[in-house]
């Protein structure tokens, strides 16, 4: 009869011990997940759409509508044309003031290349944008929930070394 008791009495304890254990690793879970969550922006004008700053949003670009009121972004290039022999670039641009929560996309020749996501007002720069051969026509635009910035074109002519 003893050995029966001291058994329950050893899963017991063997169950509390358990249960501490993990409840202890929830509460570690939980302050790991707090902050790792972006907080949510203050009201902009232009604050994007989109409700859960934990999940990406999944969205077509050809269905992006044209805002013509959003503010456009602005290269920073004292030129529409550069020419170049370099095979790589840089450029950076300005996303207007009061606009949180937008992607801004880099096109070159129709195709995506590059992008920055959930980024606030500010100057970011795109390095390492690799050139086609000659003619490249580098787009970028700004995507707010489910609107999209008029977009800014310079077109990048690469020469060949000879």
Same mark, same amino acid.
């Given at each position: ?13 063997? #169950? $509390? ?46 269905? #992006? ?20 022999? @370099? ?30 996501? +959930? ?11 690799? #050139?086609?051969? @000659? $003619? ?13 910035? +008029? @977009?800014?074109?310079? $077109? $990048?002519?690469? +020469? @060949?070394?000879?």
């Amino acid at each position: 009869m003893k050995k029966f008791l001291f058994i329950i009495l050893l899963l017991i304890l063997i #169950l $509390v011990s358990f249960l501490n254990i993990k409840q202890s690793s929830w509460i570690k879970e939980g302050k790991m997940q707090e902050s790792a969550v972006k907080e949510p922006p203050e009201d902009y004008i232009g604050e994007s759409e989109k409700q859960d700053y934990q999940t990406p949003e999944i969205y077509e670009l050809n269905s #992006l509508k044209v805002d013509s009121k959003l503010p456009e972004l602005r290269i920073n290039s004292i030129y529409d044309t550069v020419f170049t022999t @370099s095979a790589i670039i840089a450029l950076s641009i300005e996303l207007p003031k009061k606009i949180s929560g937008a992607d801004i996309f880099l096109f070159n020749n129709g195709r995506k290349k590059d992008m920055y996501s +959930q980024v606030n007002a500010g100057e970011y720069k795109f390095r390492n944008i690799f #050139l086609d051969d @000659s $003619v490249n026509n580098i787009i970028f635009f700004y995507r707010l929930g489910s609107r999209r910035s +008029q @977009s800014e074109k310079i $077109v $990048v002519i690469r +020469q @060949s070394n000879r």
